[in-house]
Structures are given as C-alpha cells and as structure tokens.
C-alpha cells in the first residue's frame, strides 16, 4: 500500500523518470525479445521488476559489489551463449543486460537520458533482425514514444499530462522526418545491403532442397510464403511455359531423390526457338547455391556459372534477398550431344525394387518403336488409369514404394508422378531425371510483378531423346492438366486447396495482393536501395555520382532549404496578428520618428516614448504630445476620434 | 512618470476624491522627503486593498512612512512591534476569565484595527508571522471556535529587515504573496538629506498631520479604480508579461495568476490616481516592479538580483503589443 502521505517531489521526479525509462527500454526490446537467448530477456525482466519494487516498495537497490557481480555474470552468460562478446546478438543482448543493471544506479537527468539513448539504440539493433513492413511501421510509434520519454524525463513538472510531451515530440520529430529522407536518398552507399552484418537469420527457410522425396514437395504446397518476384520486361510467356528450373535429380536411392555427388561442369549445347524472354528475379532467401531461372537460363548474371544440367549456381549460400536479370528461351532443349556417360548415369537404378513397375516398363520397351512411345505409354497410363492428384497421398512404406505408388494407391502430388515417371523410363532404358523448381506464379495487377510461392513449387521430368536432347515431360500435366495450365488451386480437390479463403473471397485476395504489392516495394525500392539505385537516382536528378563536393553542396541546399522551411512555418504560425488602422498609423508615426533617430524602443510605453521625443526635440512636443494622447485614448480606453488620429499622423513630419 | 497627461484625463466623477489622494501625496512628501515614487505607490496599494511590505534597512524611514500613510488616510491605527518573543495572543487577543462575570471574555488583540503597522515581521517566530498573515488573508480571526471579522477596509502594512540580518526569520515564498506590493526606500539623495538634516524632528511633524480621506471615501475610492477601463490592447500586455515570466528559462518560477490579476487592480488604481481615462501601459510598468519583486526569483541563483533590477528586465524584455 502506498502510503497517502504526500510525496516529495524528488521521490515523485524519480519515479516518473523510471517508469519512463522502463517504457522506452520495453518498447525497444520487445521485437527482437524472441531473437535473443530467452534468459537475457527473463533476467532483463526480473531486474526492471526489482528496480519497479524498489521505487514503490522500498526494496533495497543492489549495492554496487552486487551489480560489479551481476554486470561481469552477464558478460560471461553471454559468451557463454554466444561464444562472443562481438556480434549483432551478442552485443544486444549485452547492452540489455547492462542497461537494466544501469537502471539499479540511474538516478538523475544525466543517467536517465543515457538510459533511453540505450534504448533508442536497441531500438535501430531491431533492424539487425528484421527489416520489414511491420517492424519498421512499428518503429514510428515506438521512437515517438521513446523521445517523448525523453521529453518526459526532463521536464521539472511532474504533474504535466505525459500525452503533452507527445505532442511536442511529434513537432520535433517530424520537422526531422524531409531530413531524414534527403539523407537516406542522397548520402552514399557503402555497397552490400544496409543491415547485412550476417546474422544467420534464415535458418529454417521453407523452400525447395537438393533432395525430392514424397511428401517433400506437397509438404511446400502449404505455405504461400513467397519464393521469388519476376518481372518480365516486354510480354510474359502463359502460364504452361512458366516453369522455373532450380535443379535436377539424378539420383535414387529407393525412397528420395538427389543431385547427386559427380559435379556436373560444362556446357551443354542450347537448342533455342521462339523469341528471348527477359526478366529480374528478385529470390528471396532460399539456402541454396541455386538462382531460379525460367526453363532454359541463357544469359546469366555475372557472378553465376551454369552447369551441364542448366542449372544456375552462385558461389555463396543465398542468405539474403538478390535480385539478377536472366533471358531465357521456353522453347529450347539443351544436351542433344551429351555424352553416353552422361546418359548412362541418369539409366541408374537401385538394384531389386519395385519389381512391377520394372516389369511394366520391360514390357512398354518390347512394344515401342521408338523412346517417344514409352514415354507417351507411360502419360498414357497416368492419363487413362484413374490416378489422381492429391495434397493427400497417404503415406508409402516399403522396399518398393513405386510399386506401391503404381499399383495400389494411386494417390500422389508431383513429386510421385516426376518421380513413378523417371523410374519407368531408366527402367525401359530412356535416360530420364527429374526436375525441380517452381510452376507458374501470379500476377499482382498492382504493380505487374509476379509472385512465385511455395505453394508453387513442383517437380517435372526430362527425358533424353537422340535427336532432341533433353526434352522436358510434366507427368502431372498428364494426370491433371489443370494444373499447369491454370495452377495449383484449380488442379486440387477444393477442399485441399491452400489458400482456400484467399481464393473464395475476392476482397480478401485483393488485400494480399496490396499487401504483396506494397511488400515488393519496399523490397525493390527501400531495403534494395544500395549504389546501383542510387547511381540511377543521381544519374535522374542530374547530379554526378562520386563528386563529393556537388554531392555537399545539394545536401546543404536541401537541408537548409528544409530548416528554412520549418523557420519559415514557425515564423508564420507567430506572426502578431494583423493591426487595426490605429495601430498602423501609430507604427507609422514612430517610423517617421526612427529616421530622425528617435526610435521608439519596443517596451516603451506611448506617453514615455512623446516624453523623451519631447525633452530631445522640444519644437515637435505639442504635436507628439496630441498624438500620442489620441492614440492612448483610441488604443487603451476605447474612446477618441480616429479620423482625427488619421489627419494628426498624418499631418506630422518631423 | 510626472509628466502632464491632463489631455487624456477625462472628468471622472472621483476627481475630487483623486485632488485628496494628491493632497495626501504632497503632505507626505514634505514629511518623507525625496520618496514620492515610493509613497504613491504605496498609496496605490492601499486603494487596490492590498497589503503592503516595506522592506529595507534601519534607519531609512520605513516606519515614518506606514504612520504618514495612517495618518493622513484617517483610519483606526494599531501598532505592532514583532519581537523574537511575540505570541499569536498578543496580535489576535484572547479569552479570559474574568472573575465577577464567571465566564471568558474575549480581549480582542490589536490586530482589531482598520490599518495594523506590523514593525519587523520578519523579527517575529514563523508562529507569530502567520498568526498576522492568515489574518490578512482571511481578514477575519477565529479564537476559541468563534469567528470574528476584522473591520473594513483591514489594510496591513509591514516592514522588515533585508534577510541577511541576524535574528530574523524570513518570510516564505507563500507568505510574501499575500502582499499585494514589495516597496524599498533606499537611501535619500544628496539634496533630500540636506533637507532631513536641516528640518525638524520627523516625529513631530506627524503628530501635525491631520486625516485627509476617510475610511469610506477609500472604500470609494477602490470601487472606482475597479471601474478604470482595460483594454483588450493592455490585457494582451499584461498577458506577455506574465507569459515571458513562465517561459523564459531566467525566472525559477513564472508568475501566478493571482499575480496577474494584482498586477491589473493596481494599474487600474494607478491610472485612478494618474487620471487616465484607461490604463495605459506605463500604468503597469509603474507598478510592475513593486508587485512582482518579492514574487520573482531568477534562476541564476546568484544571491538574488535586486528586486529593482529583474522587473527592469522583465518590463524591457517583452515588447508592448
């Protein structure tokens, strides 16, 4: 219980300034509080509620032995945690800890201010974390808050509304705001994104990978996370030819298929119809050494090689979103002269399993004439038999889950088709492997890129014919051609579809599609804004990039011309309001005097100033003296003749 | 500020009462000599019905002026010495039993008087000080349970000792405020303590004097300096003023509105007495210094400036709108 004696005021000025500090470091840690190790969060908490207890309760604070002990306790906790003292995680967390501990010591402006510059300072830590729409939308209040704390913190009323100091830190703030812009527009880039300090912040990407199993691929079709963004620059290809090529499986090993251990270097030749199609990827995070690229890749960013697979390989795991331009041709085949090893490596199968399938595809090689019947007996049989396309497949056990597959359940997602299809052609002899990367994506009708998802991830096959190369054979086009030609919603039972409400109401669609929209350009144009953009932005503005001195000169342009602004606002919004005619007169009277050096001083009263006037220049004192006792009725008795004033003023002329 | 402003005198129908107030002026400037600024502002105070604080050293005639003013106003007078052994008794009286009656009867003190020259307040124990100001305040006592008002008009006029003297006790920040103005006298010039030295014996002289106003006429008086117009112009002065006190980092604290609301009864009653029609902005600057010295402290924590000096400040510091 409080006791209800009053207070004094230094009691009341310290509490306010904790409970201040307490908001603003609350504030602050509260986004990354789920990034750092969960005891720097539950000791950061017990702290701020001891040092709570303290003020209202009267709990002792910890002497300074005990936070020497704790401070060094937290500096081993969290090398401890970290194996570092240095680091985005490890230095936050630090600062968090001591900053608490700070709390035990804070007393007076000085250390309270110290406090929430901490704070403010954990608060720009988020971004280390985090760079999207929400975190950034909820930075503007919280940095409102944290310099109205500040605001708080010193003003010497403690009875003030605290909701003053916010107004005033909004008039602070956003005078700052133009200035802040102009900066981030103008100042240079250092190359490499803003907050890339290399945080493993993408563990646990949901995504494709270099292996396929059943399952691996329905598992994506949950998640409309998304992939990547295209925009194609001229006409896109429709929707069948929008197959995105990550990698390709050669082997199996019974249950799963993977690329493979043999490096596929080289290059294979390029059979290409049909005009180029050109495009800017911008891949999300995806952990793989794998650029997307429309089936088949040509022109190729720099730093990326292409393989004899045609796939596109960068040196570095792709931890963090990158944006490159492709050309592809969607009508090509690629490998027409590969080599019989090469062929011969994508004939493998493991030995005694799935005895069926092996059996159908001996007996579809005895009958064919040619590899293109086999492979058109096989998408025969997916199309002719009733199998069906399902997110459900149920699960397959066993040595010989193709058979399984094949001949008893006959329920599966693309990964069973591509991968039931690759099986029967090596096992009839037609080199085949399979693909996997993504089909299809939408258009957002906002801004014109495409949205790759998760959802639209898929897996096809491509089988090796002589006078062709590889030519690319979707299975699950056989068993549901909806699938390719209209995507995954329309190809799946309704009740399986993911994003099921999305499509059944419009509106809803619309707000992810804004919300898609407004994502992409943060992205393309806030988090992506490094020297490229903003050579392109000087090159528009018609400055120079690189002349330091033309570069200080418009920044000290735009910001004093800014600064002025605000002065002229502040000017504005002070002005003394418009003067009735006598006071006019008056002012004009006085300036007549002013050039005969007797300028009225502005806290001059009326009778003094003609007092003085008259002692100096005796010849004018009638005249001064009438006026000034007509302006002095007019003015503070609300009574006198102004027409008279106006014919006096303006009949003296010193 | 004794300039001729007849041209914006307007016939007020307390002209005659305003000639007396003059009159006074003029008798206690002969016995006073050289204090005129000082004994019409004084005088302004008493027709605001404020209470007034003199304060200076020893020996500058402090007392001589309060038994001028009591004098020449004609008001019942009562005297009180502040010593360090003065009791609230011994202001406000008391009950005592009384034998042949078989009951208490109460004596009042000699606070029961129109105008109560307290000498050396600031000699007196806090005990005895606020007996005196809760006094001036209420304007009525309550001894025993029973409230008795104190006459009409009540004015106070105390002096006391600059606080650096010993044996004193200082007035707080709270109690100062119950005066309406602050006075110093300083020393006389040159010429006026030629005149002092040469002239008679003060003391006698005020025993000559003879009451010029009554009691009702400066009840009169006070109504008609409420009546003086104020302009919107003035208020918007006045409001700068107290403004500039409040936001400028100089003062520890700005003025409060009870402050500002003195400051316009006595430029009102300054105007009475200087025959302006409306007051006009030297009205306020002329009794600014008096009724905000003692309410202002500036920040700088310097052994405070001189009263004198931070209203000069304040006044040259914000322009007349």
Same mark, same amino acid.
Not at chain 1, 596 to 612: N, Q, V
């Given at each position: 219980?409080?006791?209800?004696?009053?207070?004094?005021?230094?009691?009341?000025? $310290?509490?306010?300034?904790?409970?201040?500090?307490?908001?603003?470091?609350? =504030?602050?840690?509260?986004?990354?509080?789920?990034?750092?190790?969960?005891?720097?969060?539950?000791?950061?908490?017990?702290?701020?509620?001891?040092?709570?207890?303290?003020?209202?309760?009267?709990?002792?604070?910890?002497?300074?032995?005990?936070?020497?002990?704790?401070?060094?306790?937290?500096?081993?906790?969290?090398?401890?945690?970290?194996?570092?003292?240095?680091?985005?995680?490890?230095?936050?967390? !630090?600062? =968090?800890?001591?900053?608490?501990?700070?709390?035990?010591?804070?007393?007076?402006?000085?250390?309270?201010?110290?406090?929430?510059?901490?704070?403010?300072?954990?608060?720009?830590?988020?971004?280390?974390?985090?760079?999207?729409?929400?975190?950034? #939308?909820?930075?503007?209040?919280?940095?409102?808050?944290?310099?109205?704390?500040?605001?708080?913190?010193?003003?010497?009323?403690?009875?003030?509304?605290?909701?003053?100091?916010?107004?005033?830190?909004?008039?602070?703030?956003?005078?700052?705001?133009?200035?802040?812009?102009?900066?981030?527009?103008?100042?240079?880039?250092?190359?490499?994104?803003?907050?890339?300090?290399? #945080?493993?912040?993408?563990?646990?990407?949901?995504? !494709?990978?270099?292996?396929?199993?059943?399952?691996?691929?329905?598992? #994506?079709?949950?998640?409309?996370?998304?992939?990547?963004?295209?925009?194609?620059?001229?006409?896109?290809?429709?929707?069948?030819?929008?197959?995105?090529?990550?990698?390709? !499986?050669?082997?199996?090993?019974?249950?799963?298929?993977?690329?493979?251990?043999?490096?596929?270097?080289?290059?294979?030749?390029?059979?290409?119809?049909?005009? &180029?199609?050109?495009?800017?990827?911008?891949? $999300?995070?995806?952990?793989?050494?794998?650029?997307?690229?429309?089936?088949?890749?040509?022109?190729?960013?720099?730093?990326?090689?292409?393989?004899?697979?045609?796939?596109?390989?960068?040196?570095?795991?792709?931890?963090?979103?990158?944006?490159?331009?492709?050309?592809?041709?969607?009508?090509?085949?690629?490998?027409?002269?590969?080599?019989?090893?090469?062929?011969?490596?994508?004939?493998?199968?493991?030995?005694?399993?799935?005895?069926?399938?092996?059996?159908?595809?001996?007996?579809?090689?005895?009958?064919? $004439?040619?590899?293109?019947?086999?492979?058109?007996?096989?998408?025969?049989?997916?199309?002719?038999?009733?199998?069906?396309?399902?997110?459900?497949?149920?699960? #397959?056990?066993?040595?010989?889950?193709?058979?399984?597959?094949?001949?008893?359940?006959?329920?599966?997602?693309?990964?069973?088709?591509?991968?039931?299809?690759?099986?029967?052609?090596?096992?009839?002899?037609?080199?085949?492997?399979?693909?996997?990367?993504?089909?299809?994506?939408?258009?957002?009708? !906002?801004?014109?890129?495409?949205?790759?998802?998760?959802?639209?991830?898929?897996?096809?096959? $491509?089988?090796?014919?002589?006078?062709?190369?590889?030519?690319?054979?979707?299975?699950?086009?056989?068993?549901?051609?909806?699938?390719?030609?209209?995507?995954?919603?329309?190809?799946?039972?309704?009740?399986?579809? &993911?994003?099921y409400l999305f499509r059944a109401h419009p509106w809803l669609g619309e707000i992810r599609n804004t919300w898609d929209a407004a994502n992409n350009g943060w992205n393309q144009w806030v988090l992506a804004y490094g020297p490229a953009l903003q050579q392109r932005f000087y090159a528009r503005l018609g400055l120079q990039y690189g002349n330091w001195l033309q570069l200080a000169l418009v920044l000290l342009l735009l910001i004093g011309g800014l600064l002025a602004l605000v002065w002229l606002v502040l000017i504005w919004r002070h002005r003394p309001p418009r003067s009735p005619a006598v006071d006019r007169q008056y002012r004009r009277f006085c300036q007549r005097l002013a050039r005969r050096g007797l300028a009225r001083k502005p806290y001059e009263g009326p009778f003094d100033y003609a007092e003085r006037?008259?002692?100096?220049?005796?010849?004018?004192?009638?005249?001064?003296?009438?006026?000034?006792?007509?302006?002095?009725?007019?003015?503070?008795?609300?009574?006198?003749?102004?027409?008279?004033?106006?014919?006096?003023?303006?009949?003296?002329?010193? | 500020?004794?300039?001729?402003?007849? +041209?914006?005198?307007?016939?007020?129908?307390?002209? @005659?009462?305003?000639?007396?107030?003059?009159?006074?002026?003029?008798?206690?400037?002969?016995?006073?000599?050289?204090?005129?600024?000082?004994?019409?502002?004084?005088?302004?105070?008493?027709?605001?019905?404020?209470?007034?604080?003199?304060?200076?050293?020893?020996?500058?005639?402090?007392?001589?002026?309060?038994?001028?003013?009591?004098?020449?106003?004609?008001?019942?007078?009562?005297?009180?010495?502040?010593?360090?052994?003065?009791?609230?008794?011994?202001?406000?009286?008391?009950?005592?039993?009384?034998?042949?009656?078989?009951?208490?009867? *109460?004596?009042?003190?000699?606070? *029961?008087?129109?105008?109560?020259?307290?000498?050396?307040?600031?000699?007196?124990?806090?005990?005895?000080?606020?007996?005196?100001?809760?006094?001036?305040?209420?304007?009525?006592?309550?001894?025993?349970?029973?409230?008795?008002?104190?006459?009409?008009?009540? *004015?106070?006029?105390?002096?006391?000792?600059?606080?650096?003297?010993?044996?004193?006790?200082?007035?707080?920040?709270?109690?100062?405020?119950?005066?309406?103005?602050?006075?110093?006298?300083?020393?006389?010039?040159?010429?006026?303590?030629?005149?002092?030295?040469?002239?008679?014996?003060?003391?006698?002289?005020?025993?000559?004097?003879?009451?010029?106003?009554? @009691? %009702?006429?400066?009840?009169?008086?006070?109504?008609?300096?409420?009546?003086?117009?104020?302009?919107?112009?003035?208020?918007?002065?006045?409001?700068?003023?107290?403004? %500039?006190?409040?936001?400028?980092?100089?003062?520890?604290?700005?003025?409060?509105?009870? +402050?500002?609301?003195?400051?316009? %009864?006595?430029?009102?009653?300054?105007?009475?007495?200087?025959?302006?029609?409306?007051?006009?902005?030297?009205?306020?600057?002329?009794?600014?210094?008096?009724?905000?010295?003692?309410?202002?402290?500036?920040?700088?924590?310097?052994?405070?400036?001189?009263?004198?000096?931070? @209203?000069?400040?304040?006044?040259?510091?914000?322009?007349?709108?």
């Amino acid at each position: 219980m409080n006791s209800a004696l009053p207070l004094n005021l230094e009691t009341r000025m $310290e509490r306010l300034r904790l409970s201040w500090a307490l908001v603003a470091l609350g =504030i602050m840690v509260l986004p990354q509080a789920l990034h750092l190790a969960p005891w720097v969060i539950a000791v950061a908490l017990l702290i701020a509620l001891w040092r709570l207890a303290a003020a209202y309760r009267g709990w002792p604070l910890f002497n300074r032995y005990l936070r020497l002990g704790l401070g060094l306790a937290a500096f081993l906790g969290v090398y401890l945690t970290y194996r570092t003292l240095n680091g985005p995680e490890a230095g936050t967390a !630090l600062l =968090i800890l001591l900053a608490t501990l700070k709390l035990m010591e804070a007393k007076g402006l000085r250390d309270y201010f110290l406090l929430l510059v901490i704070a403010l300072f954990i608060g720009i830590a988020n971004f280390l974390y985090d760079q999207t729409i929400p975190l950034a #939308l909820y930075m503007v209040p919280a940095v409102w808050l944290a310099t109205a704390a500040l605001l708080n913190v010193a003003h010497p009323d403690v009875t003030r509304p605290p909701m003053a100091a916010m107004k005033t830190a909004a008039k602070l703030l956003l005078p700052a705001l133009p200035v802040a812009v102009v900066l981030f527009l103008l100042f240079p880039r250092v190359p490499g994104p803003l907050w890339g300090i290399g #945080l493993p912040q993408h563990s646990g990407v949901t995504g !494709l990978s270099t292996h396929m199993a059943p399952g691996s691929i329905s598992e #994506l079709a949950a998640s409309d996370a998304i992939a990547f963004r295209v925009k194609f620059s001229g006409g896109a290809p429709p929707p069948a030819q929008l197959y995105w090529r990550a990698l390709v !499986l050669h082997d199996y090993d019974g249950r799963s298929w993977s690329i493979g251990d043999v490096p596929w270097a080289g290059h294979a030749q390029l059979i290409s119809r049909g005009m &180029p199609v050109r495009y800017e990827v911008t891949l $999300e995070p995806n952990d793989l050494r794998v650029l997307y690229t429309l089936d088949l890749p040509v022109e190729i960013p720099a730093d990326a090689r292409l393989t004899a697979d045609h796939e596109v390989i960068v040196p570095q795991m792709v931890t963090e979103r990158k944006r490159y331009s492709v050309v592809s041709y969607t009508d090509s085949n690629y490998g027409a002269g590969a080599s019989a090893w090469m062929r011969d490596r994508d004939l493998l199968l493991p030995q005694r399993i799935d005895p069926h399938a092996r059996a159908l595809a001996q007996q579809w090689k005895a009958a064919a $004439e040619s590899p293109q019947q086999i492979v058109q007996d096989a998408l025969r049989m997916f199309h002719d038999q009733p199998f069906s396309y399902t997110l459900q497949p149920g699960k #397959l056990t066993g040595r010989n889950q193709i058979d399984q597959f094949l001949f008893d359940t006959r329920r599966g997602f693309c990964e069973h088709y591509a991968g039931a299809f690759v099986f029967l052609m090596r096992a009839a002899g037609v080199p085949a492997h399979v693909v996997i990367g993504y089909q299809g994506g939408t258009r957002n009708p !906002l801004d014109g890129y495409y949205s790759v998802r998760q959802e639209d991830a898929h897996a096809w096959a $491509e089988v090796w014919l002589a006078d062709r190369g590889w030519v690319r054979v979707d299975p699950t086009a056989a068993v549901d051609p909806a699938r390719v030609d209209e995507g995954l919603a329309a190809a799946l039972p309704a009740s399986e579809v &993911p994003g099921y409400l999305f499509r059944a109401h419009p509106w809803l669609g619309e707000i992810r599609n804004t919300w898609d929209a407004a994502n992409n350009g943060w992205n393309q144009w806030v988090l992506a804004y490094g020297p490229a953009l903003q050579q392109r932005f000087y090159a528009r503005l018609g400055l120079q990039y690189g002349n330091w001195l033309q570069l200080a000169l418009v920044l000290l342009l735009l910001i004093g011309g800014l600064l002025a602004l605000v002065w002229l606002v502040l000017i504005w919004r002070h002005r003394p309001p418009r003067s009735p005619a006598v006071d006019r007169q008056y002012r004009r009277f006085c300036q007549r005097l002013a050039r005969r050096g007797l300028a009225r001083k502005p806290y001059e009263g009326p009778f003094d100033y003609a007092e003085r006037v008259g002692r100096s220049r005796p010849e004018w004192h009638a005249q001064v003296r009438a006026i000034t006792s007509l302006y002095a009725a007019l003015r503070y008795s609300g009574t006198g003749n102004p027409q008279e004033f106006s014919r006096l003023v303006a009949a003296f002329h010193p | 500020m004794s300039h001729d402003r007849t +041209a914006a005198a307007r016939d007020l129908p307390a002209n @005659a009462l305003v000639h007396k107030v003059n009159t006074i002026i003029a008798q206690a400037n002969a016995i006073i000599l050289g204090k005129e600024p000082q004994i019409r502002l004084g005088l302004v105070c008493l027709i605001t019905g404020g209470h007034l604080l003199i304060e200076d050293i020893p020996g500058v005639g402090k007392t001589t002026l309060a038994q001028t003013l009591a004098r020449l106003l004609g008001l019942s007078y009562q005297r009180i010495q502040f010593t360090s052994d003065l009791l609230p008794a011994d202001i406000i009286g008391a009950s005592i039993y009384e034998q042949q009656n078989s009951g208490f009867r *109460f004596h009042p003190g000699p606070i *029961f008087a129109q105008l109560i020259l307290a000498d050396e307040v600031n000699r007196a124990t806090p005990k005895a000080q606020s007996a005196l100001l809760e006094a001036m305040e209420e304007r009525q006592v309550t001894v025993d349970g029973v409230t008795r008002p104190l006459p009409q008009p009540f *004015f106070v006029i105390a002096t006391q000792n600059p606080l650096h003297q010993v044996g004193t006790f200082p007035l707080p920040e709270s109690q100062l405020d119950r005066f309406l103005m602050r006075l110093e006298l300083g020393y006389p010039d040159e010429r006026a303590e030629h005149d002092l030295l040469q002239g008679r014996d003060r003391r006698e002289l005020l025993r000559d004097l003879q009451p010029v106003l009554s @009691a %009702h006429e400066l009840l009169a008086l006070r109504e008609t300096a409420l009546q003086v117009h104020v302009s919107e112009a003035l208020l918007q002065y006045l409001q700068a003023l107290v403004r %500039h006190t409040r936001e400028s980092p100089r003062y520890e604290t700005g003025l409060s509105p009870r +402050a500002a609301i003195a400051l316009k %009864h006595a430029a009102q009653a300054q105007a009475l007495l200087m025959g302006h029609a409306g007051v006009v902005p030297e009205d306020l600057q002329t009794v600014l210094p008096g009724v905000v010295g003692h309410r202002l402290r500036t920040r700088s924590g310097r052994e405070s400036a001189a009263p004198a000096a931070v @209203a000069q400040q304040l006044l040259e510091a914000v322009p007349i709108p």
